[in-house]
């Protein structure tokens, strides 16, 4: 288990994976959170779907000058190059976001280890924020990560928790 991660999220104009419009970060050190970063981009042609607008209330107005996703690598890059990468439905959404915003860019690709809080718990993030009374302003790329985050760890330390009882059977013969 690592206590130390990067959380993501990404929001999308659209439906083409390569699309992001906004990128939450959240680092966590050792089991504390120590960095919290978020980036509007403007997706390819800054073209939305209305229904993506309706989500997450970000569109071509809101993103008309700020910097396309190739432009704000070099930020994003050093969060997730050879770490340990933590996002809710991270394998059906934001890891194929991350290879697909790369690819369309022409840009390398990252190897990091991912980690899914929605495989983890098999809720999806909204529900998981109510039941651990954890905050969340759904649909915002930070507030997403953060929450995802905060899911990590108490994953985390369910699974210590789990290991230690088992410890405490076998040493008293349990």
């Known amino acids: 288990m690592t206590k130390t991660f990067t959380a993501i999220d990404f929001e999308t104009a659209q439906g083409a994976s390569h699309s992001i419009c906004q990128t939450g970060i959240v680092r966590v050190v050792d089991g504390v959170i120590t960095e919290q970063r978020s980036w509007i981009t403007q997706p390819p042609g800054n073209y939305y779907w209305p229904h993506f607008t309706d989500i997450h209330g970000m569109s071509a107005v809101t993103t008309a000058d700020s910097p396309t996703f190739d432009r704000v690598w070099a930020e ?5 190059a050879g770490q340990h990468v933590v996002a809710n439905n991270g394998h059906g959404f934001d890891f194929r976001c991350i290879r697909s915003v790369l690819q369309y860019y022409e840009l390398p690709p990252v190897e990091f280890t991912g980690h899914c809080t929605y495989k983890i718990f098999r809720r999806n993030l909204a529900d ?5 009374e954890i905050p969340l302003n759904h649909h915002d790329a930070l507030s997403d990560a953060r929450a995802c985050a905060q899911l990590f760890l108490i994953a985390q330390k369910k699974a210590e928790q789990a290991v230690q009882n088992r410890e405490e059977r076998v040493l008293h013969g349990k």
Do not use: H, K, N, S
């Open 76 to 80: 994003i890059v050093p969060y997730l």
């Open 128 to 132: 998981l924020c109510r039941q651990f």
